[in-house]
Nanobody, 126 residues
């Protein structure tokens, strides 16, 4: 079992930056993992934001050029650096992880991921 603990959410003005962190614990030593970030607002489905699988990074179009996903294997931590934040970025952000998968697996689908964090709230004021 793998547990994910998120932090770094908060309130920021439009145009500002936040860095989200997600620390993994549990049985993480037997596998290498893909990592990802999703977000969700009330009344809407969970939306894919970013993923890092092997050395491939993908992003939803709305955050390209503004968000960067990265990981530190030694610290078992994944990050989402968010720059130039917009009010529409306001959401509950979830960290996700799963064993490394082939390129045939769609990382944009929530069903592709085995482990999830509890979510951290990001609020962007205008």
């Amino acid at each position: 079992q793998v547990q994910l603990t998120e932090s770094g959410g908060g309130l920021v003005q439009a145009g500002g930056s936040l860095r989200l962190s997600c620390a993994a614990s549990g049985r993480t030593g037997s596998y290498d993992y893909a990592v990802g970030w999703f977000r969700q607002t009330p009344g809407k489905e969970r939306e894919f934001v970013a993923a890092l699988n092997w050395n491939d990074r993908i992003y939803v179009d709305s955050v390209k050029g503004r968000f960067t996903i990265s990981k530190d294997n030694a610290k078992n931590t994944v990050y989402l650096q968010m720059n130039s934040l917009k009010p529409e970025d306001k959401a509950l952000y979830y960290c996700a992880a799963t064993p490394l998968f082939s390129s045939s697996v769609d990382s944009r689908r929530t069903t592709s991921w085995h482990y999830w964090g509890q979510g951290t709230q990001v609020t962007v004021s205008s």
